[in-house]
C-alpha cells in the first residue's frame, strides 16, 4: 500500500527529524490513516542504520507482538507497545502529550 508523506514533523534528540505518512484505504480514498506512521529520512549520526525503516503506532489496527496484544504506550507523544513483559514505570504518563500547534 503506498504511503503518501503528511505535513507533520518531529525532532527526537537523538535519531532527528521524523518523517510522517498518511496511508489511504484501497476500498475508500475518503479512509485515510495518517500521522500514525513515521521515519527518520535522514537519521542522525551514529542511527545511520535505521535509515529506510518505518514505525508505526499501535492503533488504530491490532498489533501482537509473541501472540500477545500490545497496548499503546500512554501519552501521544511516544509510539511505544507495551506488552506485560514490560516492568516498572512505563514513560509518557500526564505531563508529555505531543503538543498540538
Known sequence: MPLSTT????Y????????????MS???ASDTCAN???SYVEPSKGYEEIK???AFMVGPWDC?????RAQPQPGDYYGGWVT?????VVKGQWGTWDPVF
Open 64 to 68: 501482537f507482538v509473541d501472540g500477545e
Open 26 to 28: 484501497p476500498i475508500s
Open 7 to 10: 505535513p507533520r514533523s518531529t
Open 52 to 54: 529506510g525503516y518505518i
Open 12 to 23: 527526537c534528540e537523538y535519531k532527528g527529524q521524523a518523517t510522517y505518512y498518511a496511508l
Open 84 to 88: 506485560s513483559d514490560i516492568g516498572g
Open 36 to 38: 500514525r506512521i513515521w
